[in-house]
């Protein structure tokens, strides 16, 4: 599966942003999308995934309440909507896939640069 990702920008704290991620699979129903990002000097970290057959969800306790994972079937395309962004969200943002029967994420597309100002 190949992944295009975009939205990012620079926003200020409190602000809002949308990440999208398109996917391009014949069967993306065997897939769980994942959201992961990288910020200066730090290990990339799990931020969130959706199982996309069923909508399943998770969240990184960093952004759960604040950060939603969504999918949109026709457009086959995954989405990241930040809410009350903060400037530790400031991060590249990846989008990355793996077939639910695997636990590595063989797939991910290229970063969005997120920034946050305070």
């Known amino acids: 599966v190949q992944l295009q990702a975009s939205g990012g920008g620079l926003v200020q704290a409190g602000g809002s942003l949308r990440l999208s991620c398109a996917a391009s699979?014949?069967?993306?129903?065997?897939?769980?999308m994942g959201w992961f990002r990288q910020a200066p000097g730090k290990e990339r970290e799990f931020v969130a995934s959706l199982r996309w057959s069923g909508g399943r969800t998770d969240y990184a306790d960093s952004v759960s309440g604040r950060f939603t994972i969504s999918r949109a079937k026709a457009k086959s395309t995954v989405y990241l909507q930040m809410n009350s962004l903060k400037p530790e969200d400031t991060a590249i943002y990846y989008c990355a896939a793996r077939m639910f029967a695997t636990t590595d994420y063989a797939n991910w597309g290229q970063g969005t640069q997120v920034t946050v100002s305070s």
């Open positions: 699979a014949r069967f993306l129903s065997y897939y769980i």
